[in-house]
């Protein structure tokens, strides 16, 4: 069975479909990873509050205050957690244009067939 352009076309943009959702839910959970980390390193920092703690400076530890690190770490997983929630809108979109064309896909088909 031959493939009319407009079909190779349909497949061409839903195989680019998947592999920018695969690409998207790989992202979202390397965030998630992240984010879960941050809840660790927030719990040892609230679970010692008079602890000496230190950071990755680039390649150097440096001394952190229990207080400005707990800011820090309550910075970052809020900026993960919406980066996750960007990720999670973009995925459901990615999910409908590909739901989409396959829907276009199978129409002709279903004629032919």
Known sequence: MDLSEE???GLM???????Q??????????LQAASAEF???LEAVKAQPQGK???????VLVPRDAASLEKELSEE?????????SFSKFEEKLRQRASEV???????????G
């Open 7 to 9: 079909q190779k076309a």
């Open 13 to 19: 943009e839903l195989q680019a479909l998947q592999q």
């Open 21 to 30: 959702l695969q690409s998207v839910l790989m992202q979202k959970q390397q």
């Open 39 to 41: 809840d660790r390193a």
């Open 53 to 59: 703690f230190y950071r990755f400076a680039g390649a």
């Open 77 to 85: 997983k809020q900026l993960a957690s919406s980066r996750i929630e």
């Open 102 to 112: 396959q829907k276009k896909l199978e129409k002709p088909a279903a004629r032919n």
